[in-house]
């Protein structure tokens, strides 16, 4: 290797995110073992403490903050996997490495099958072995930590039901919903698709004086014209060919809630006769000739701007302020990114109770998760995680498996005409795609290299592959013979 290789190939190295380093109990009866651990694990920055019995490592076993146990197999007279067995029983969460040395194949499998992280053979030829061993429990110990706290604040959420987030604005969307207990005014639910303007609607219901009662969901946009009316009023037994009489929304809905979807693509003539039907409290079954009285509270939901389509008269005022009591706006998901973990959790959770093998989701798959603009709201994130599911090759999301590409999030400036070729301008060559690609991710990431790759989806040292493969570097990184990309 040149010296200029070498030189490239140590500042990679120099670049690369140290760990997070943890805090690591090792239990040994031979001091020249703990000492040499000892050096070995403080070299990555670890919070140390050194046992030679299991009585001198009791307290530590009972520190909230500890991450892993690295056990001897035989602690002086003591049993090591005794000791395995009752941390694994008392305190399930903390890793446990187990080391010995007279290494066997049974002997291994029977410390996984007690719940060992790993198994570490001594002497140790492989020092890198021990420290990537430790760092790799301790970042599975801090994944299942924080599912733990993800699953307990979803747990713990005096909220609505079926509503999760903890941002400010979905903790005012639970106080209002919370305010409405006791109040029978309409409600009219804005948002864009996609944000769960439903389960709001639910949510109002569940925690009413109506929640004995029905909850009847209907699409108006999904209804044909000619069939709005009997389908929301009923229609009584020969009011038109084939009619053998039907109660009508309404009066499934007596005595609960009726929510109206997509209120804005009811049509002018039904706007009419819908308003009639709340300001009277009854209806008038198509074909009969006697209001039938309804006791029921509307929630009606929009993606539309209701107030716009007044202005436009494509929407009765009337109807407009009798429906607009109340007004419930949900914030779309990128306004809300904070409450990506907490839904996450919450998916991963119900496909969990559904038999899914998953046992949670990695930060690099995390880190897709956040950089998304989530166009389609909650449910593209749920269809995503699904998806994810579906695709995944072990029990933990990676960021392979997650099918994202577009929309991502990003705080770098807009590009102008001089920052990059537009792609309608690029010759039609991969290559030229590749590193028109490369350069953005880079401007994007404000020079990092690690969120560069990250933000395309590949490792490190692939992406510093595929610069050297362009001619392309690193700002601030110097190497002959290479372009900077500015």
């Known amino acids: 290797m040149s010296r200029s290789q070498s030189a490239a190939v140590l500042r990679n190295r120099s670049n690369r995110p140290e760990p997070a380093p943890g805090f690591v109990l090792v239990v040994d009866d031979e001091p020249l073992m703990l000492r040499a651990l000892g050096r070995i694990l403080r070299e990555d ?28 197999l035989f602690i002086g007279s003591a049993s090591g996997l005794e000791l395995l067995d009752r941390i694994k029983r008392e305190h399930a ?20 099958r007690r719940g060992a992280f790993d198994y570490l053979a001594k002497p140790f030829d492989d020092v890198h072995r021990v420290r990537t061993t430790v760092q790799k429990a301790i970042e599975r110990r801090r994944l299942l930590r924080r599912n733990r706290e ?17 941002s400010p ?7 209002t919903i919370e305010s409405l207990r006791h109040n029978e005014s309409h409600v009219l639910i804005q948002g864009e698709s996609g944000t769960g303007k439903e389960l709001v609607a639910r949510a109002i219901h569940a925690s009413s004086r109506r929640h004995a009662g029905p909850f009847v969901p209907v699409d108006c946009g999904a209804l044909p014209e ?19 009489g039907a109660p009508g929304l309404f009066r499934m809905a007596h005595g609960g809630t009726l929510f109206l979807d997509e209120i804005g693509e009811l049509p002018l003539a039904m706007q009419a006769k819908l308003l009639r ?3 009277h409290k009854e209806v008038r079954p198509v074909g009969g000739s006697n209001p039938v009285p309804v006791d029921l509270r509307v929630v009606s939901a929009t993606h539309r ?8 008269n494509r929407f009765r005022m009337d109807l407009f302020y009798r429906l607009n009591v109340v007004r419930i706006e949900i914030p779309p998901l990128r306004e809300r990114m904070e409450d990506v973990p907490l839904l996450v959790q919450h998916f991963l959770d119900e496909k969990r109770r559904a038999g899914s093998p998953v046992e949670g989701i990695g930060e690099d798959a995390f880190a897709h998760l956040l950089a998304h603009d989530w166009p389609g709201n909650v449910r593209e994130l749920e269809n995503v995680l699904e998806s994810a599911l579906a695709l995944a090759r072990g029990p933990w999301l990676r960021a392979a498996d997650l099918p994202l590409g577009r929309n991502r999030r990003t705080t770098a400036p807009a590009r102008t005409r001089d920052d990059a070729p537009e792609l309608a301008n690029l010759p039609l060559s991969l290559d030229a795609y590749e590193r028109s690609a490369l350069e953005r991710a880079l401007r994007e990431a404000g020079g990092s290299a690690t969120d560069a790759a990250r933000r395309l989806g590949i490792g490190r040292s692939t992406f510093y592959r595929k610069l050297g493969k362009h001619g392309l570097r690193v700002p601030g990184q110097p190497e002959a013979g290479l372009v900077e990309v500015g």
């Open 150 to 166: 993800l699953e307990e604040r979803l747990g713990d959420q005096a909220r609505a039901p079926g509503l999760v987030g903890h």
């Open 226 to 244: 000619s069939i709005i009316e009997s389908e929301l009023f009923g229609h009584e037994r020969g009011a038109f060919t084939g009619a053998v």
């Open 305 to 312: 701007d209701l107030a716009a389509m007044v202005d436009t």
């Open 45 to 72: 920055g670890h919070r140390l403490v050194l046992a030679e019995s299991p009585e001198a490592a009791e307290a530590t076993l009972h520190d909230p903050d500890l991450d892993v146990a690295l056990l001897d």
């Open 169 to 175: 604005a979905m903790r005012r969307l639970a106080r």
């Open 93 to 112: 969460e903390i890793e446990c490495v187990v080391m010995t040395g007279h290494a066997s194949i049974e002997s291994a499998v029977g410390c996984m």
């Open 277 to 279: 039907a709340l300001q």
